[in-house]
T-cell receptor, first 110, second 114 residues
Framework: GQSLEQPSEVTAVEGAIVQINCTYQ??????LSWYQQHDGGAPTFLSY????GLEETGRFSSFLSRSDSYGYLLLQELQMKDSASYFC???????????FGKGTRLHILP | NAGVTQTPKFQVLKTGQSMTLQCAQD?????MYWYRQDPGMGLRLIYY???????DKGEVPNGYNVSRLNKREFSLRLESAAPSQTSVYFC?????????????FGAGTRLSVL
């Protein structure tokens, strides 16, 4: 079977750093991506990792370890507007689809 | 630059009624997708189309049909709506570019079946 595991909720303080983990078990793998979704909104793409290591985009970074089937999203200098749900997703190399995790709800305290 | 456009934004149906959700993209993408999102369940793939003229089942296809009318448009049809189909439906598109499947989503259709 195919599955992605990520925590359902994470709470952090404004200005702090938070890490959202994702482990996956899939039959095929091209890469791991992350999406952000605000309440009532549509998911929007944040980052993509095809190779092991860290990718940085402003305050957001994403990490992948293919040998461990593990990745994480790191958010720095948290702002209240970062309160949202974050989804990891695996691109399957057997066909043209991606598989989403169930999402992590990030709560930010002032 | 509209991106992915879904209509309608909201819909209420009675059990047994039928309807079609419309989706169009203007990014010249080959691949299009329909997802449903329920609380705590993430995004579940209903159907997808890797190119014009082809469609494939996703994780939860039962009760739905799709049509890839042309490269731009991909519609989702509920032939006989059931309360279990109450959900938020998202259409998405992407390039057919292995190793970088970045999906662009429409704003969603909020469907209630009574």
């Amino acid at each position: 079977g195919q599955s992605l595991e990520q925590p359902s909720e994470v709470t952090a303080v404004e200005g702090a750093i938070v890490q959202i983990n994702c482990t996956y078990q899939t039959s095929g793998f091209y890469g791991l991506s992350w999406y952000q979704q605000h309440d009532g909104g549509a998911p929007t793409f944040l980052s993509y990792n095809a190779l092991d290591g860290l990718e940085e985009t402003g305050r957001f970074s994403s990490f992948l370890s293919r040998s461990d089937s593990y990745g994480y999203l790191l958010l720095q200098e948290l702002q209240m507007k970062d309160s949202a749900s974050y989804f990891c997703a695996v691109e399957d190399d057997r066909d043209d689809k991606i598989i989403f995790g169930k999402g992590t709800r990030l709560h930010i305290l002032p | 630059n509209a991106g992915v456009t879904q209509t309608p934004k909201f819909q209420v149906l009675k059990t047994g009624q039928s309807m079609t959700l419309q989706c169009a993209q203007d990014m010249n993408h080959n691949s299009m997708y329909w997802y449903r999102q329920d609380p705590g369940m993430g995004l579940r793939l209903i159907y997808y189309s890797a190119s014009e003229g082809t469609t494939d089942k996703g994780e939860v296809p039962n009760g739905y049909n799709v049509s890839r009318l042309n490269k731009r448009e991909f519609s989702l049809r509920l032939e006989s709506a059931a309360p279990s189909q109450t959900s938020v439906y998202f259409c998405a598109s992407s390039k057919t570019d292995p190793g970088s499947n970045i999906q662009y989503f429409g704003a969603g259709t909020r469907l209630s079946v009574l």
